[in-house]
């Protein structure tokens, strides 16, 4: 006889925090299903990465209520991510990696719209982050993260008291993991700390000395790192490394399993150069998901506050049973990314070109390669050719002139600073003061400086 009883609607659980009141959720929650078709029908969410942890981002917050939902990855599916990243099979190797995610998610759940971008999210015009309510981080590169960070806190103004705007606040929840560990966190740009606020929690990539490299190797990662930043110059001159190709890859390997026989040194092996060129500590699928869920309940949290965000940053250990721990972080009031701005002074007469030289020499950026975005509007963008053409002739002109002769305001620039040796793209935001001028401007009316 078949079963005739009803059964559980799929927004069961989710029902039980939208459609009932309760002691915790904020003061614009109003329960009812109301609240959970405005979440489906309105609520606009980016994911930014498709691996081990945006792949679960996505099936979460698809299984969530989300219904409005964009990924963007650069990466096309690799062997060795079939491990971890369940939503992709043995025959979507080669495929990018946010377009087969995104038809995978959507297959397996009705309703849900995920639109992908297979690009570099430095690619995307900063515009295309402004339509989104909330940003989600799967992401596992410190630089990448600083990006969206200076992205999202860009939209920021504050008011003549230098308080946030509330409709200009990007709310941003970043996961991460590594192995057994992981962390998820709440940044509300102006209020909680923002992704730079904290960049010390990173510890710096360990790096072995040159000398020990070349002549008194102890670990299988010193031969390996000697094929890889001595012997491949060697041989290979001008040619540059490329950690994606897996004959440069392979070449490495054998050069590091020849170092290592001659040294007595054991341990060398294909996946071991793999992690180390690359930087590469293990994923534990497990992880991926813990951390998944608990970016995914900030996310509607944040939506709906249907509850309090966490306050601000949760950290979890998987190594010796479960620990997890919740840590409020200060915010960094001058932080160049999230705070007022960085002051700069300058004439009226300055023009655009000189003003991008400033920034160069100006000892809190030192950035190369500016552009530079006034409300909205670009007033000169280094790349791509055409947009460089079509903004060049900005140049000579003043900068008073070309933000409409106001007396102070916010600008915005996106450039390439150097941080622990590296070279990193990172936005920065500007407060510029033209001396001289008569008056001060009202900071409301002047962009919310």
Request: aromatic share 8%.
């Amino acid at each position: 006889m078949a079963d005739t009883s009803p059964q559980p609607s799929r927004s069961r659980d989710l029902d039980k925090l939208l459609l009932r009141p309760g002691n915790l959720v904020g003061p614009r929650f109003e329960p009812g299903p109301e609240t959970r078709d405005d979440l489906q029908a309105y609520a606009r969410v980016l994911v930014v990465g498709a691996g081990g942890l945006g792949c679960e981002l996505l099936k979460d917050l698809a299984l969530t209520g989300f219904r409005n939902l964009d990924v963007i990855d650069m990466d096309r599916i690799e062997v060795t991510n079939l491990n971890r990243q369940f939503l992709f099979r043995l025959e979507d190797v080669g495929k990018p990696k946010a377009e087969v995610a995104a038809k995978r998610v959507m297959e397996r759940i009705s309703g849900v719209n995920i639109v992908p971008h297979f690009c570099r999210i430095e690619d995307k015009d900063i515009s295309f982050y402004n339509d989104f309510n909330i940003i989600a981080l799967g992401l596992d590169s410190i630089e990448a993260r600083s990006y969206i960070n200076g992205v999202a806190c860009s939209f920021l103004e504050y008011d003549s008291y230098n308080n946030p705007r509330e409709e200009t606040i990007k709310p941003m929840v970043d996961g991460g993991t590594e192995g057994f560990k992981g962390h998820a966190r709440v940044i509300l740009p102006g209020i909680t700390p923002c992704f730079e606020c904290t960049i010390w929690l990173f510890p710096p990539q360990v790096k072995f000395p040159l000398c020990t490299l070349a002549e008194t190797p102890r670990t299988a990662a010193h031969c390996i790192e000697y094929a890889h930043l001595i012997k491949w110059n060697e041989v290979h001159g001008g040619t540059a490394f490329d950690p994606d190709d897996p004959e440069h890859m392979k070449w490495v390997y054998n050069e590091a399993l020849k170092r290592a026989e001659l040294f007595g040194i054991p341990g060398v092996t294909y996946s071991l150069t793999q992690g180390v060129v690359k930087n590469i500590i293990p994923a534990i699928a497990s992880t991926n998901a813990i951390i998944s869920a608990a970016c995914a309940l900030e996310t509607l949290k944040i939506a709906t506050e249907c509850s309090k965000t966490l306050s601000n940053y949760l950290s979890y250990n998987g190594t010796q049973g479960v620990h997890t721990k919740v840590t409020e972080f200060e915010r960094d009031k001058d932080c160049l990314v999230c705070g007022p701005g960085v002051l700069i002074e300058v004439e009226p007469s300055v023009t655009l070109q000189k003003f991008i030289y400033l920034l160069e020499e100006h000892p809190k950026l030192w950035l190369s390669r500016a552009s530079v975005s006034h409300q909205g509007k670009n007033l000169y963008l280094q790349a791509p050719t055409v947009l460089e053409e079509m903004t060049r002739s900005n140049l000579s002109q003043t900068l008073f002139n070309l933000m409409g002769k106001v007396t102070r305001d916010i600008v915005h620039v996106n450039g390439t600073a150097t941080k622990n040796d590296q070279k990193i793209s990172c936005m920065r935001k500007l407060l510029v003061v033209f001396k001289g001028t008569d008056g001060v401007a009202d900071m409301d009316t002047a962009g919310g400086a």
